[in-house]
């Protein structure tokens, strides 16, 4: 399949696992790097971003590549070569990016993806949340989330909370979408390895989160 991006100046599928290629060097060069910050760095993310890395899954609409997915699977098995903790969380963003875009009322996409480089990161097993029925949607009263891969790249996040019928009766598990700005990073994934995947829990307290989303 041909995909066409001048934004990341790739003109068919063999680019996208050529250039992530090209940038297992710089990643296993700033190992240590990575290993302090746990998780990939400015610089990282930014190479990344220009290689379309992250946009890989994203349609074309949203400036995105729309490669196959065995074009996804061979650049993210390239980039673990560099660093499989990058890897991983470059896999994610790709995952809820695709979600976000797709599973979602096109007006919410058209409201996620009307910046360019925006990307989505996501956890969709609650380790704990508290939410009720309002009016136009539900408010996660406190909730917490394990080993968010991905969220210090991301302007969205995808988090599984409780569904409510208009009755408020609790009616089984969903996925809700929230802008980073109401989700708090705990800065706590500390681990001997995969360090770069920046898998930190997150948690959310009191946001109300529209129908739509």
Not at 7 to 19: A, L, S, T
Not at 45 to 73: D, H, K, N
Request: aromatic share 8%; hydrophobic share 45%.
């Amino acid at each position: 399949m041909s995909i066409a991006s001048r934004e990341h100046g790739i003109v068919n599928e063999k680019d996208v696992v050529d250039r992530a290629r090209s940038l297992v060097p710089m990643l296993r060069s700033r190992h240590a790097e990575t290993d302090t910050l746990s998780k990939a760095s400015d610089e990282v993310v930014a190479e990344l971003e220009a290689a379309g890395l992250f946009s890989m899954t994203l349609p074309r609409a949203y400036g995105g590549l729309q490669t196959s997915i065995s074009t996804w699977l061979e650049a993210n098995t390239e980039l673990g070569r560099g660093d499989g903790g990058v890897a991983w969380a470059v896999t994610l963003i790709n995952a809820c990016n695709w979600m976000a875009a797709g599973l979602y009322p096109r007006s919410v996409a058209d409201e996620v993806f009307a910046k360019a480089n925006t990307r989505v990161a996501g956890v969709f097993s609650p380790r704990g949340v508290k939410a009720r029925r309002a009016p136009g949607g539900i408010i996660v009263e406190q909730g917490m989330w394990f080993f968010n891969s991905g969220v210090y790249h991301a302007q969205w996040d995808l988090l599984g909370v409780p569904m409510f019928n208009e009755a408020g009766e609790n009616i089984g598990p969903g996925i809700a979408l929230v802008p980073m700005s109401d989700v708090k990073i705990l800065d706590d994934w500390d681990t001997i390895g995969l360090r770069g995947s920046g898998s930190s829990n997150v948690s959310m307290e009191n946001v109300f989160i529209p129908d739509e989303r």
